[in-house]
Every structure is written in structure tokens, then in C-alpha cells.
Nanobody, 127 residues
Framework: QVQLVESGGGLVQPGGSLRLSCAAS????????IGWVRQAPGKEREGVSC????????YYAHSVKGRFTISRDNANNTVYLQMNSLKPEDTAVYYC????????????????????WGQGTLVTVSS
């Protein structure tokens, strides 16, 4: 069964850090672009970061650039999102998904073109 499973969310104070994981099963992540999309309560989805397939190019939304880092661990079939200097506005459910468009879909708000989605992990930034 092809699936993605996110983990690592939780409650953190402003300025804190979290690392989200996106683990794949049933397929190998190596050649897939993987995007991270978040949705805050009452807001539209936002593509925050994406790592492309074979060349591992990395993309970030303006709102997270310099604070978030995406990476891939092929040995563990997992993609990570390291989130530093977290702000209350980062509060959202974070989803990872496969992106066959080399991150164009994730970063271009074309989420209908993302294929396999995880169940999401909640990040709450609050004092």
C-alpha cells in the first residue's frame, strides 16, 4: 500500500523549533518530488516547501524562507522539514505529498496535482 505518514508536530513556544518527518511506505521516495503544504484554521492551503526528485532542488515560500529547511534521507525513505524560529502564524496542519510536477504544483498552489497525501500533523505555536 502506497502511503505517506507525517510525524513530529506538537505544541511549541514562539521562537522554538520542530522537525517534521514524512515517511513513505509502499514506494521509494528517491525519485519523487515531495512537497509540504500547510493549512491553518479558516485559511487557504499554502505550499511551504518542496524538494525535487533526482536533483534535490529545494524551494521555500517567502513566509518560511530562512527559517525552514527541507531535506531528504533516502536510506530511511523519509523527507524532513526542520522548522526554526517558529511564529504563531506557522500554526497549521502540515501535510506532505508527492509532486510529479517537479515542485511546480506545490509552490504554485496547484494542490489538485499532488497525488499521494499523508494524514497531516498539527503544529501549534503558542505561549
Amino acid at each position: 500500500q502506497v502511503q505517506l505518514v507525517e510525524s513530529g508536530g506538537g505544541l511549541v513556544q514562539p521562537g522554538g523549533s520542530l522537525r517534521l518527518s514524512c515517511a513513505a511506505s509502499g514506494f521509494t521516495l528517491d525519485y519523487y518530488a515531495i512537497g509540504w503544504v500547510r493549512q491553518a484554521p479558516g485559511k487557504e492551503r499554502e505550499g511551504v516547501s518542496c524538494i525535487s526528485g533526482s536533483d534535490d532542488n529545494k524551494y521555500y515560500a517567502h513566509s518560511v524562507k530562512g527559517r525552514f529547511t527541507i531535506s531528504r534521507d533516502n536510506a530511511n525513505n523519509t523527507v524532513y522539514l526542520q522548522m526554526n524560529s517558529l511564529k504563531p502564524e506557522d500554526t497549521a496542519v502540515y501535510y506532505c505529498a508527492t509532486d510529479r510536477s517537479r515542485c511546480i504544483a506545490t509552490m504554485g498552489d496547484r494542490y489538485d496535482y499532488l497525488e499521494v497525501w499523508g494524514q497531516g500533523t498539527l503544529v501549534t505555536v503558542s505561549s
